[in-house]
């Protein structure tokens, strides 16, 4: 029988002594030795956990692994068998006793579960959202725990065979799921940062041909009615619910999902269509409702009901497109609902450059509501509405490259859609508040720009201002968060609220890098950037157009927050709390506006309602802030967050005196003109961006350090 182990015994009285020192002499009692007492041992001497081996359990690397998707293995690897009837090689060295567990051999070549992170497939098996969520309803067989049997009466009487030379694994370029998420996020960042520059070089080609007067009001109003529209119907729903049910129904649906995708697209598709046809039949009335200023104008209310009836036949073709975009994000494929925009401002650039080839600039023809031709009404119309039917068909071979194929199904009861219908229906009520005050700030923005009499302060500079303001949102929290939101699902699924905390955290403290110093270039260099950009419209409309844009500045910061914490929201699937929430921010934006329009002039009431909107966010980020930490177990990482946020603003703030000083001296030097606003863009631009780099630089902030040590080394250096 084997003794017990005794320990390092020899400190303590009446012990035996320990290894290597004198031996402890016996009582006068006692005739020989004092036998080793096996119950008696130092309590702080006998440590098991001395020599364990610390890369078998590393915290940090349990921290970070990620359960909800790589569950962990049973420890230690298969071994296998010698040859038949021989004695196995002797030991190098006799066992540990103090070791509780045994250092398990090194990973065999090739894929392997034990290592959760890295770039290449060699070795791992998972990585990033891709192979994670086409991969995850895979059915994997256990090893069979026999086979070695069969395998050794296969190989009885024959002579072992000589062991086969490992391939040397290649060495691995860097990664982790870190890494993972910068490349998915990198190649939607591209995408929408092509869409987006092209979605503005359009607005730029709108503004000229169009002007920033009365029509092109009208215009710009039956352009975003459709866009209201399918936002208020469904497309709230698919854009935050449907992605979470997407990714269930691909791992636990035996056909990985496809009959819920094709009862899901037949079903919008069906709402769509009798959507577009009530739409179109009561177009006046929904004119109306966006801008009693312009139907109460009999010309400009006939030419934005001609339009509106143009192109509210585009909501059918942007649901289908981002309901094909949504199958294609649920099977981790990016990149083609952030490409295929860019086709629709393409066609659109191509609509409205012909229209100022025939017609000439607004300031060159003096073109209004009441003189444009109903040709031309025509041609944008017809170019508005192609270009939503291109974005949609570029869809389809991604999705059969996938292979998705779209069979029409109308079996919808039974088969959890009533269950995501209930989940959008909290969703289109956030929405139906959200879009509640911005027809308070249409309405407004209409009267105030035809109060004021002058070009650039209605509700098109309101927009033009907005789409520059919004583009590093979409380009970077958007993009960040779409590739983080379908890991957040599964983490909120299998109720880790530890992995949906630190995913949140790092989503929100990965864009801030970026929000932080484009938020206070906006602000300090907003005047020179608009006078360059829209001087087609006139010196005073883009003057005007850069107070509105430097009036939104500071607000992109709490409006990407938002942004972010909402997620983490409908990740637990609850809909309810960002409506409750919009409520609160869209009823600010409402009240702060409508107190603009009543105590500013009517030439800085939309500069007003600017500054309102970015208000309005930062009280909705207080209360969703402390919801979701609530929902989190009171840990929403708010230390680290706060304290990445303070240093990023402490490293902007001086940026942008210096950068704004240099600017606006350049402007007054040189001029407005697009000569002296390009000079000022560029200086101002790149003294903010350098001394913010070398202030975040001394400061040490990781995030920033992070951003700028991964861009090294893309390129090499």
Request: glycine share 10%.
């Amino acid at each position: 029988m084997n003794a017990p182990y005794d320990g390092d015994r020899g400190q303590g009285a009446g012990g035996a002594a320990s290894p290597g020192g004198p031996p402890v002499p016996p009582p006068p009692d006692q005739d020989g030795p004092v036998p080793p007492d096996p119950y008696l041992q130092h309590a702080y001497q006998d440590d098991p956990y001395r020599a364990q081996d610390l890369t078998a359990q590393d915290p940090v690397g349990e921290a970070l692994y990620d359960r909800a998707a790589h569950p962990p293995p049973p420890p230690g690897t298969y071994q296998e068998p010698g040859a038949l009837y021989q004695q196995p090689p002797p030991a190098p060295y006799a066992p540990d006793p103090r070791i509780w567990a045994q250092t398990p051999p090194p990973e065999p070549a090739g894929p392997s579960r034990h290592l959760p992170y890295g770039d290449r497939p060699a070795t791992t098996q998972f990585v990033g959202v891709d192979d994670l969520v086409t991969r995850a309803a895979d059915d994997r067989q256990e090893p069979d725990a026999f086979a070695h049997l069969f395998r050794d009466q296969e190989g009885a009487g024959k002579p072992p065979a000589p062991p086969q030379p490992e391939p040397a694994p290649a060495p691995a370029k860097g990664g982790g799921k870190v890494s993972g998420l910068l490349r998915s996020s990198a190649v939607m960042a591209a995408g929408t940062l092509v869409s987006r520059l092209t979605g503005f070089v359009r607005s730029l080609v709108i503004t000229a041909a169009l002007g920033a007067a009365m029509l092109g009001d009208s215009f710009t109003i039956a352009y975003t009615l459709p866009t209201m529209i399918y936002i208020l119907t469904v497309g709230g729903g698919l854009n935050s619910v449907f992605v979470p049910q997407l990714v269930r129904a691909m791992k636990d649906d035996e056909d990985g999902g496809e009959a819920f995708a094709n009862r899901l697209l037949t079903l919008v598709m069906v709402a769509l269509g009798l959507i577009v046809v009530a739409a179109v039949l009561v177009a006046p009335v929904l004119i109306t409702l966006m801008s009693s200023t312009i139907a109460d104008d009999v010309a400009a209310n006939s030419v934005a009901v001609t339009f509106a009836r143009y192109c509210l036949p585009t909501i059918f073709f942007m649901g289908v497109h981002v309901v094909m975009g949504q199958i294609l994000n649920a099977r981790g494929k990016f990149g083609a609902m952030m490409w295929t925009p860019v086709l629709n401002n393409i066609v659109m650039i191509i609509t409205f450059g012909l229209f100022i080839w025939v017609y000439g600039t607004s300031a060159e023809s003096e073109m209004g509501v009441d003189t444009i031709p109903p040709e031309g009404v025509r041609l944008l119309g017809i170019g508005t509405l192609l270009g939503l039917v291109v974005q949609s068909l570029a869809m389809i071979p991604y999705l059969r490259e996938t292979g998705f194929r779209f069979r029409p199904r109308f079996d919808w009861k039974g088969h959890g859609l009533g269950k995501t219908v209930k989940l959008a229906k909290w969703t289109v009520l956030f929405v139906l508040a959200n879009q509640a005050g911005v027809l308070v700030v249409t309405q407004l923005a209409t009267a105030a720009g035809k109060l004021s009499g002058q070009d650039g302060t209605g509700f098109l500079a309101y927009s033009n201002a907005q789409l520059i303001w919004g583009m590093p949102q979409a380009i970077i929290t958007v993009s960040v968060m779409a590739a983080l939101l379908p890991r957040i699902s599964r983490a909120a699924h299998d109720n880790d609220p530890g992995a949906v905390r630190d995913d949140i955290s790092q989503g929100l403290r990965n864009s801030a890098v970026a929000i932080v110093p484009v938020a206070f270039t906006f602000l300090a260099l907003g005047l020179p950037m608009c006078t360059l950009l829209y001087a087609s419209s006139g010196a005073e409309a883009a003057r005007s157009m850069g107070f509105i844009l430097m009036a939104f500045a500071l607000g992109l910061i709490p409006y990407s927050v938002q942004y972010v914490v909402l997620r983490g929201f409908y990740a637990y699937e609850d809909t309810r709390t960002p409506f409750y929430n919009t409520v609160i921010v869209a009823a600010v934006n409402a009240a702060a506006s409508a107190l603009c329009y009543v105590v500013l002039p009517a030439r800085w009431a939309v500069v007003g309602m600017a500054f309102s909107y970015g208000l309005a966010y930062a009280v909705g980020v207080g209360v969703a802030w402390r919801r979701l930490s609530n929902r989190l177990g009171g840990d929403l990482d708010g230390a680290h967050i706060v304290r990445t946020y303070a240093r990023l603003c402490m490293a902007a703030l001086p940026a942008a005196l210096v950068g704004g000083a240099a600017g606006f001296a350049i402007l007054e030097l040189v001029g407005t003109g697009a000569l002296g606003s390009l000079v000022a863009l560029i200086c101002g631009g790149a003294l903010l961006l350098g001394i913010f780099f070398v202030a975040a630089k001394k400061m040490r902030i990781e995030e920033v350090n992070g951003l700028v040590g991964m861009v090294r080394g893309r390129l090499g250096r």
